[in-house]
C-alpha cells in the first residue's frame, strides 16, 4: 500500500519560513520523480516544485528563489523549504509521486496558512 504523508503545515505570519516533509512508504522512492504541489480556494491545483529521481529540480516562477525542494532517498523523504512566505501562498500544499507508465501518487495535504 502506497502512503505519501505530508507533515510541516501551520500558520505563519508573512515574511516567515517552514518547512514541509513528505514520508512516503510502499514504493521505490529513489526511482520516483517527486513533486510537491498546491491549492488554494476557488483555483486550480498547481505545480510548486518538483525533484527528479536523479535530483534535478524544477520550481514554478512565483516561488523560485524563495522555495527549495530537497529528498533524502535513505529515508525516503521529499522536503520543501519555505521562507520569505507571502499571503498568496497560502494553500493546501500537497507531496505527489510520479513514474512513468505506473499510477500517480498523492498524500493528504497539509494546510499552509500566511497571514498577519
Known amino acids: 500500500q502506497v502512503q505519501l504523508v505530508e507533515s510541516g503545515g501551520g500558520l505563519v505570519q508573512p515574511g516567515g519560513s517552514l518547512r514541509l516533509s513528505c514520508a512516503a512508504s510502499g514504493i521505490i522512492f529513489s526511482m520516483y520523480d517527486m513533486g510537491w504541489y498546491r491549492q488554494a480556494p476557488g483555483k486550480q491545483r498547481e505545480l510548486v516544485a518538483t525533484i527528479r529521481s536523479g535530483g534535478s529540480t524544477n520550481y514554478a516562477g512565483s516561488v523560485k528563489g524563495r522555495f527549495t525542494i530537497s529528498r533524502d532517498n535513505a529515508k525516503n523523504t521529499v522536503c520543501l523549504q519555505m521562507n520569505s512566505l507571502k499571503p498568496e501562498d497560502t494553500a493546501v500544499y500537497y507531496c505527489?509521486?510520479?513514474?512513468?507508465?505506473?499510477?500517480?501518487?498523492w498524500g493528504q495535504g497539509t494546510q499552509v496558512t500566511v497571514s498577519s
Open positions: 505527489n509521486a510520479y513514474r512513468p507508465f505506473l499510477p500517480n501518487y
